[in-house]
């Protein structure tokens, strides 16, 4: 065999080591994320972020972030549920429970299976800080295994998305029948006060928070995930609603695609609906329906140096080498990142075209946010004091499922 031949194996040996070191350290990163937000995140089982006494200080003042707890609590439910799935680490499994428990007391704690946006026991010391500042959504009181809570109201289609979107991912990332049957288990209760109450949310005054209507596609989206945890209840039920309106997919996508500044959340919100919907799809003339209403958002947002749409892309499209070394750049970039909100102006340092960049801006560099990947990258200035800490969902969550799909 000629030398050169015997050397093939060394190198592709010497590469796989050569990638191994940043992905080990990323693991590394991820890790110590999911730590922090145990200790610091999850004070009473549902994600919302602490405020510090100082840009300096290291002690909890208050926490803030509350109206969006059970849509983060979603999103860290599916990236603790894809870290188990590509390391089988207890330590996982364990932080897929914390989550799982939370978003049980979010339905509990209303006493009719409505989710509540967030809760916190009536007895803890910073309980006013939440109530106090979601205080427009309205405070209810409510109980979970007989401790007493106040609860936030006014649910938005936010938060059943990522709640929906968290559920949907753990059923098949934990092969555990007892994770399984407690998923189930919520989803049946969620999704039948939605379909009881024709896709409306009522709070307990009996004003409606919220409608899905002409949301074909996170009502379908929900009633796959029903199908595939509790088949027996939801088999025909989406069925007939995807008979029904599995054209309509495209339309609102369509129209939030022709806006690619207004309501940035909203890609957030589609992506995640759209990702539970086309995966779970077992039809090739219905998954070509969803694609195409897919295509269309893509078009929007294709070029926004986004992991975690890009990841989600790797996985409804198959790999792509320019976007899949897109995504391993954009990870390492959000890591050099501050985890509060200080301000930043940009003003000046990129093109304009008016009061926002013309081209998205660099991760690196981006305002900070709670979840940097449904916040406008072509937005020139914001943040805070640097008091308030973001979990860091926004970096374990591509990464994770950058690790599943084979990226890194």
Not at 31 to 49: C, E, K
Not at 78 to 99: C, D, G, I, M, Q
Not at 184 to 205: I, K, Q, R
Not at 324 to 339: K, N, Q
């Amino acid at each position: 065999m000629p030398r050169d031949l015997k050397l093939i194996p060394v190198i592709l040996l010497l590469a796989v080591v050569a990638i191994a070191f940043p992905v080990e350290a990323a693991e590394q990163d991820a890790v110590a994320i999911s730590a922090n937000i145990q200790q610091r995140h999850l004070p009473n089982g549902t994600v919302i972020d602490p405020i510090f006494a100082s840009a300096t200080s290291q002690n909890i003042a208050a926490y803030t972030r509350g109206g969006d707890s059970a849509l983060w609590t979603g999103h860290y439910l599916a990236a603790e549920a894809f870290r188990y799935k590509v390391t089988s680490s207890p330590e996982a499994l364990a932080n897929v429970w914390t989550a799982l428990r939370g978003i049980r007391s979010l339905r509990v704690v209303t006493g009719n299976n409505l989710l509540a946006r967030c809760l916190v026991p009536v007895n803890w010391r910073f309980a006013s800080s939440i109530t106090q500042e979601e205080a427009a959504h309205g405070i209810y009181n409510g109980t979970v295994d007989g401790q007493s809570f106040k609860w936030i109201g006014q649910t938005s289609r936010d938060q059943y998305s990522g709640v929906f979107f968290g559920l949907g991912v753990a059923y098949d990332m934990v092969d555990d029948a007892s994770v399984r049957a407690f998923i189930s288990n919520e989803v049946t209760g969620l999704l039948n006060y939605l379909v009881d109450h024709d896709w409306a949310v009522f709070m307990p005054d009996f004003s409606i928070s919220t409608v899905f209507w002409g949301r074909a596609d996170q009502q379908l989206s929900f009633l796959a995930v029903g199908r595939q945890v509790n088949p027996a209840q939801f088999d025909s039920a989406y069925s007939n609603f995807r008979s029904q309106y599995g054209l309509e997919v495209l339309v609102p996508i369509g129209i939030e695609s022709l806006d690619d500044y207004g309501s940035y959340y909203k890609f957030n919100l589609d992506e995640i609906n759209l990702y539970n919907l086309i995966r779970l799809e077992d039809t090739k003339r219905n998954r070509k329906r969803y694609m195409r209403a897919y295509r269309i958002l893509r078009g929007t947002i294709a070029n926004h140096l986004n992991a975690h749409f890009n990841v989600i892309d790797r996985a409804l499209t198959g790999p792509d080498i320019a976007r899949d070394a897109e995504i391993v750049s954009e990870l390492e970039d959000w890591l050099t990142r501050p985890r509060r909100d200080v301000f930043v102006d940009n003003s000046g340092k990129f093109p304009s075209c008016g009061n926002r960049a013309c081209d998205p801006l660099p991760v690196a560099v981006r305002v900070p946010t709670d979840f940097l990947w449904q916040r406008n990258p072509f937005d020139l200035s914001g943040g805070g004091a640097g008091t308030i800490e973001s979990a860091g969902i926004d970096y374990i969550l591509p990464y994770w499922m950058a690790r599943y799909y084979g990226v890194l």
